[in-house]
């Protein structure tokens, strides 16, 4: 079954500061990879998606993610971090090919200081 | 104007009652999906439905029950054989295979 791993639950950056979340999958094929954001009580956001082709991922609000099929793992970064970057970041993989679930990690809780 | 409407944002529930929760689109996508999200466990699946009249069982299942009797409406019904109910649930849609999901803003359901 697939799954989803995000290692870490809470990071603190300084603003300004670079970011990197990191996301390992696990998936017998090439999964499609998905990078989400959540403000407090709110739905989630699509920020970037990976389908095929270039492995580096451009999204929205300045945010991309490079896939890296060798060490299964669909980073998200963002070489400068604004204060209104605080949220929770999920990252999720999709099934090539169906309507099947998208399985979605525990989530990432990033704090942002100034 | 185009989106996801789940309704109410926030419903209060006595334990033992049966309750509805919806999910509205208008983006004339195919699939429709029903999560539950807790504290640390990121979103699990409860039910999903990739046409009108068929659903399909997700991870949780158990004490919730779904209908997909129009393209636009995917309401879920909280039963009270579900143990902890108490949680955010979030509708989201896709417009096809190999699509991604959008989501709607969710319900909160407090049960007492």
């Known amino acids: 079954a697939q799954s989803v791993t995000q290692p870490d639950i809470h990071i603190t950056v300084s603003e300004g500061a670079s970011l990197e979340l990191r996301c390992n999958y696990s998936?017998?094929?090439?999964?499609?990879l998905f990078w989400y954001v959540q403000s407090p009580g709110q739905g989630l956001q699509l920020l970037l998606k990976?389908?095929?082709?270039?492995?580096l991922v451009q999204g929205i609000k300045g945010f991309e993610a490079e896939f890296k099929r060798s060490q299964s793992s669909f980073n998200l970064r963002k070489p400068s971090v604004h204060w209104s970057d605080a949220a929770e970041y999920f990252c999720?993989?999709?099934?090539?090919?169906?309507?099947?679930?998208?399985?979605f990690g525990t989530g990432t809780k990033l704090q942002v200081i100034p | 104007d185009g989106g996801i409407t789940q309704s109410p944002k926030y419903l209060f529930r006595k334990e033992g009652q049966n309750v509805t929760l919806s999910c509205e689109q208008n983006?004339?996508?195919?699939?429709m999906y029903w999560y539950r999200q807790d504290p640390g466990q990121g979103l699990r699946l409860i039910y999903y439905s990739q046409i009108v009249n068929d659903f399909q069982k997700g991870d949780i299942a158990e004490g919730y029950s779904v209908s997909r009797e129009k393209k636009e409406s995917f309401p879920l019904t909280v039963t009270s054989a579900q143990k902890n109910p108490t949680a955010f649930y979030l509708c989201?849609?896709?417009?096809?295979?190999?699509?991604?999901?959008?989501f709607g803003q969710g319900t909160r359901l407090t049960v007492v």
């Open positions: 989201a849609t896709r417009l096809s295979m190999n699509t991604e999901a959008f």
């Open positions: 999720a993989v999709g099934l090539v090919g169906g309507y099947q679930k998208v399985t």
């Open positions: 998936y017998g094929a090439t999964p499609y």
């Open positions: 990976y389908f095929s082709g270039d492995t």
């Open positions: 983006l004339n996508h195919d699939a």
